[in-house]
């Protein structure tokens, strides 16, 4: 699917001043940026917006910090951090509206960039309150997202402002749409599906939909007990979403449907531990095997060596969530497995924010992966086939 928006490349810019909504929630550890990867995902929009003669104020928020001010979640870390990585200086307003943003931005040259503070540190930015999203409008004449992971949000920052202001996507935006809808819209075959972490609510939209285009879909992590609850079989003491265990027998009667595109696979074994500790001894059980006092922490040998050959024949794969709790050295073994076998397939490789991506950055697998998306829910969201408020609020195409 192409993006169907208008584009920050098709907008003559110079003159003008651009807010551009940018995901700039990235970690921090003693007042310093770890990870600066979605700061660099964002630096071909503002260079470009730069190159062609505009002031550029970027927007964004970081952590939670519930409607006022925290310390711990400045955005004065980022701001330095940008400005090493484009090599000019970056002005950091200390608030996101108000008198000295004003100020700020009145003063802003073309090709002077502004970082504004936090906006969840006003309440008005998860509440779309229509107020706040006016005095950040009035900051500039453009809007841009390029906040790819923020755009299943209802923010003021993300549908209030767009609907102010002359609005487009950013490139990142962009390459973010387009490479995960030819996951869902147009794969190479078999298109395989890789589905792990804790809960099978947060995915069941996802399952259903894949359950049509997919060809196999392979769960892993603490998901897959509720399935086999669901089929009577017990699981010890390991993580169960109760209320998935309904969802998934759904879910396994979908699949049974003689319609039903999609084969789902479940681990035939499971590396189970006594506690969730780092220094549990590994044991590898039957999946249907895991007796009281033990949890399973991890998909077993047998069934990461299964799902690494059919990731290996894989036209497209699609990978959202470990395996098991990969931070566990002992526990790490089936992760890595399926992280190994992504990265080295022929087929494209998608993989769609999270625990995820961070697995592939602890094994240092991030640069053989096709598309590594900057976002986690709005990535499942856009496969899902939900409308995306940030992007539909974005001016037509």
């Given at each position: 699917m192409a993006?169907?928006?208008?584009?920050?490349q098709?907008?003559?810019?110079?003159g003008?001043?651009?807010?551009v909504?940018v995901?700039?929630?990235v970690?921090?550890a003693g007042g310093?940026v770890?990870?600066?990867?979605?700061?660099r995902?964002a630096?071909p929009t503002?260079?470009?917006l730069?190159?062609?003669?505009?002031?550029v104020?970027?927007?964004?928020?970081?952590?939670?910090?519930?409607?006022s001010?925290?310390?711990?979640?400045s955005?004065?870390?980022?701001?330095?951090r940008?400005?090493?990585?484009l090599?000019?200086s970056?002005?950091f307003?200390p608030?996101?509206?108000g008198?000295?943003a004003?100020?700020m931005?009145?003063?802003?040259e073309?090709?002077e960039v502004?970082?504004l503070?936090?906006?969840?540190f006003?309440p008005?930015e998860?509440a779309n309150d229509?107020?706040?999203?006016?005095?950040l409008?009035?900051l500039a004449?453009?809007?841009?997202?390029?906040?790819?992971?923020?755009v299943?949000?209802?923010?003021?920052?993300?549908?209030?402002v767009p609907g102010l202001l002359?609005?487009?996507?950013g490139?990142?935006?962009?390459e973010?749409?387009?490479r995960l809808?030819?996951?869902?819209?147009?794969?190479?075959?078999?298109?395989?599906?890789?589905?792990?972490?804790?809960?099978v609510?947060?995915?069941?939209?996802l399952i259903?939909?894949f359950?049509?285009?997919?060809?196999?879909?392979?769960i892993?992590?603490?998901?897959c007990f509720?399935?086999?609850r669901?089929?009577g079989?017990?699981?010890?003491?390991?993580?169960?979403?109760?209320e998935?265990?309904?969802?998934a027998?759904d879910?396994?009667?979908?699949a049974e449907?003689?319609?039903t595109?999609?084969?789902?696979?479940l681990?035939?074994?499971?590396?189970?531990?006594e506690?969730?500790?780092a220094?549990?001894?590994?044991?590898?059980?039957?999946s249907d095997?895991?007796p009281e006092?033990?949890?399973?922490?991890?998909?077993?040998?047998?069934t990461?060596a299964?799902?690494?050959?059919?990731?290996?024949g894989?036209g497209t794969v699609?990978?959202?969530g470990?395996?098991?709790?990969?931070?566990?050295?002992?526990f790490?073994l089936?992760?890595?497995?399926?992280?190994?076998a992504?990265?080295?397939?022929?087929?494209?490789?998608?993989v769609?924010?999270?625990?995820?991506?961070?697995?592939l950055v602890e094994f240092?697998?991030?640069d053989?992966?096709?598309w590594v998306?900057?976002?986690?829910?709005?990535?499942?969201?856009?496969?899902e086939g939900i409308p995306l408020p940030g992007?539909?609020a974005?001016?037509?195409?």
């Open positions: 993006f169907d928006r208008a584009r920050v098709d907008v003559e810019v110079a003008h001043t651009a807010l909504r995901d700039f929630n970690p921090l310093e770890t990870d600066d990867t979605r700061i995902a630096l503002i260079q470009l730069l190159d062609r003669g505009a002031a104020i970027l927007a964004s928020h970081l952590g939670r910090p519930d409607g001010p925290d310390p711990a979640l955005l004065d870390p980022v701001a330095r940008l400005a090493e990585l090599g000019r970056v002005a307003c608030e996101a509206t008198e000295e004003v100020r931005a009145d003063a802003l073309p090709g502004m970082l503070e936090n906006l969840r006003d008005g998860t229509p107020a706040f999203a006016r005095a409008a009035s004449d453009l809007y841009v997202d390029d906040a790819f992971g923020a299943h949000r209802a923010h003021a920052s993300t549908e209030g002359p609005s487009s996507g490139l990142l935006l962009q973010e749409v387009e809808s030819v996951v869902a819209d147009d794969p190479e075959r078999p298109l395989i599906v890789v589905l792990g972490g804790a809960k609510s947060d995915k069941i939209g259903s939909r359950l049509e285009i997919a060809d196999e879909i392979l892993g992590g603490a998901m509720p399935f086999f669901a089929q079989i017990e699981t010890g003491d390991s993580l169960v979403e109760e998935g265990i309904s969802l027998a879910l396994l009667a979908s449907a003689p319609d595109r999609a084969e789902l696979v681990p035939v074994d499971i590396a189970a531990g506690s969730f500790d220094g549990a001894e590994r044991v590898e059980l039957d095997s895991v006092g033990m949890l399973g922490l991890d998909i077993g040998e047998k990461a299964d799902y690494a050959v059919r990731i290996d894989a699609f990978w959202n470990p395996m098991g709790a990969f931070e566990l050295p002992g790490s089936g992760t890595r497995i399926v992280a190994d992504v990265a080295s397939t022929d087929g494209l490789t998608v769609g924010g999270g625990d995820s991506v961070a697995a240092g697998l991030t053989s992966i096709d998306s900057t976002g986690g829910g709005a990535s499942l969201e856009l496969l992007i539909e974005l001016d037509g195409g």
